[in-house]
């Protein structure tokens, strides 16, 4: 399986690939975030400027957020 950075510009996207050749499994404990969500914006129906993880996890205030990362 892989994973890319999808882009318009080939020179950004080639430093945002990955090969996961087994699957990972996370620590019990430990809580597993795709990176590529911390960034990703402009979905429909969505705050402007607001991350698609922001939105799924519902973290919309900084007092959510910290609280998402205290657990």
């Known amino acids: 399986m892989s994973a890319v950075y999808r882009t318009s ?3 950004i996207a080639k430093h945002f690939t990955t ?5 990972y499994e996370a620590p019990e404990g430990e809580t597993l975030v795709v990176v590529a969500a ?3 914006t402009g979905h429909g129906g969505v705050s402007p400027g607001m991350s ?3 939105h799924a996890l ?5 007092e959510k957020r910290v609280a ?4």
């Open 9 to 11: 510009d080939p020179e």
């Open 19 to 23: 090969v996961i050749r087994d699957e």
């Open 38 to 40: 911390l960034l990703e």
């Open 52 to 54: 698609a993880v922001e």
């Open 58 to 62: 519902g973290l919309d205030t900084v």
């Open 68 to 71: 998402f990362l205290d657990r």
